[in-house]
């Protein structure tokens, strides 16, 4: 059953965020894009990282990347923000709840269709950045996470990206990049 304790034994690194009331609100926005998605537990591992851009051979799925991209921000901001930490502002709550959510809307944008990626209809009308933005605004998660999830793709290209956004981006880009090199289509 796709539940909260479903989530906190596949992502410990949940246990990262240090305030609770925030790691809740993860895990309920992240449970409601798996429940809008129409995912279950066993289907929830299928999720492809990209359908257009990624080869379907590519053996890393949406759990896993959010994996790494959890872990890279872990590390990035263990780095930065002490070294930095007078002249920078930077939550790193705020980044690793971005890191969880950043690809929830995955789950409304992309579906299996018998074995093969597919899009949603949803996604016609806006891409995962945008839609879990939505997602993680309507569970009440703080403005500067909601930020970072809209900005953390090419739609935040022009925009103003704070700190957290930049460190999630920035993880991402290389997390996806580094798999794309190799299995792109
Ligand atoms: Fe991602």
């Known amino acids: 059953m796709l539940d909260r304790n479903f989530l906190l034994n596949e ?4 246990m990262w965020i240090k305030d609770e009331p925030l790691r809740d609100k993860c895990i309920e926005a ?9 995912w279950d537990e066993t289907t929830v591992f299928d999720c492809p990282i990209a359908v257009t ?6 053996p890393v799925r949406n759990f896993s ?7 890279m921000c872990k590390a990035m901001c263990d780095w930065y923000i002490p070294r930095y930490e007078e002249y920078v502002d930077c939550d790193p709550d705020i980044v690793l709840a971005a890191a969880f959510l950043h690809d929830c809307c995955k789950y409304t944008e992309y579906t299996m269709k018998d074995g093969k ?7 016609a009308l806006m891409r995962h950045p945008l839609a879990g933005a939505i997602v993680a605004s309507r569970h009440g998660l703080p403005d500067k996470v909601v ?3 809209a900005t953390h793709s090419f739609e935040g290209s022009k925009s103003y990206v704070t700190p957290e956004a930049h460190i999630l981006k920035a993880a991402d880009n290389s997390s996806f990049g580094y ?5 792109h289509s």
């Not at 992502?11 to 949940?14: A, D, H």
């Not at 851009?53 to 590519?58: F, G, L, R, Y």
């Not at 990347?65 to 872990?71: A, G, I, M």
């Open 30 to 38: 992240f449970l409601d894009a798996l429940e809008q998605g129409g």
């Open 147 to 149: 930020h970072a999830i």
């Open 11 to 14: 992502f410990p690194e949940l």
């Open 65 to 71: 990347h959010v994996h790494d991209v959890l872990h």
């Open 179 to 183: 798999l794309h090199q190799r299995f």
């Open 117 to 123: 990626p597919g899009y949603t209809d949803k996604a």
């Open 53 to 58: 851009e990624m080869s379907p051979e590519c």
